[in-house]
């Protein structure tokens, strides 16, 4: 359900760029949208996770430098300042407190040895970067019509794809630490 929430905005993107052909109109329709999924998701939780938030503001600021300036490169470079300044934060975990992002946010559901949250974490940050850097690509390589198309379809079917590559890692590794706990326990 949190995953349909957040690609709400970009869905509704799509279908008023679908129907109108201006990704103005569909960038301007975008910003409140996205402030009404925050409001829907302050309103139902009481808290914004940071994520939401700096995206929150990426699109008011770049959605609305779009729609100022009527240039559409500004949303088009939205989703790859997005995922480097994910990046970005993810590679910082490595080097600040004792966890990383990933283990922050998984580690009270699944157990699993340092070296393999570490991985996980830079796996994200490989992710992150590339997905800015192939956001950019298209962007620039093809039309508006199929980046809007991979804006929503591209970046989410590449996501679920690592996310499933995700969960096959984390599966070697969980039995890893099943084997090891059961070990302890023989002993």
Same mark, same amino acid.
């Given at each position: 359900m949190k995953l349909l929430l957040d690609f709400l905005p970009i869905v509704i993107f799509f279908i008023v760029?679908?129907?109108?052909?201006?990704?103005?109109?569909?960038?301007?329709?975008?910003?409140p949208a996205t402030l009404l999924q925050m409001?829907?998701?302050w309103i139902k939780?009481?808290?914004?996770?940071?994520?939401q938030l700096v995206t929150l503001v990426?699109?008011?600021?770049?959605?609305?430098?779009?729609?100022?300036?009527?240039?559409?490169?500004?949303?088009?470079?939205?989703?790859? %300042?997005?995922?480097? !300044? @994910? /990046?970005?934060?993810?590679?910082?975990?490595?080097?600040i407190g004792e966890k990383t992002i990933v283990e922050?946010?998984?580690?009270?559901n699944i157990s699993l040895p340092k070296p393999a949250w570490k991985t996980l974490n830079l796996a994200w940050v490989v992710f992150f970067l590339l997905m800015g850097v192939i956001n950019l690509f298209v962007?620039?390589?093809?039309?508006e019509e199929v980046? %809007?198309?991979?804006? !929503? @379809? /591209?970046?989410l079917g590449l996501t679920l794809i690592f996310i499933i590559a995700q969960g096959i890692y984390l599966s070697r590794h969980i039995q890893e630490t099943d084997n090891n706990d059961q070990k302890n326990e023989e002993a």
């Open positions: 760029y679908k129907t109108t052909d201006d990704i103005i109109l569909a960038t301007a329709i975008l910003i409001l829907y998701t939780t009481h808290t914004i996770e940071k994520m990426l699109v008011v600021l770049l959605g609305g430098a779009t729609v100022l300036f009527q240039d559409k490169t500004f949303i088009q470079w939205k989703p790859t %300042v997005v995922n480097w !300044l @994910f /990046g970005i934060a993810f590679l910082g975990s490595q080097f922050r946010i998984m580690g009270s962007a620039y390589s093809f039309s980046w %809007v198309n991979f804006k !929503l @379809f /591209g970046m």
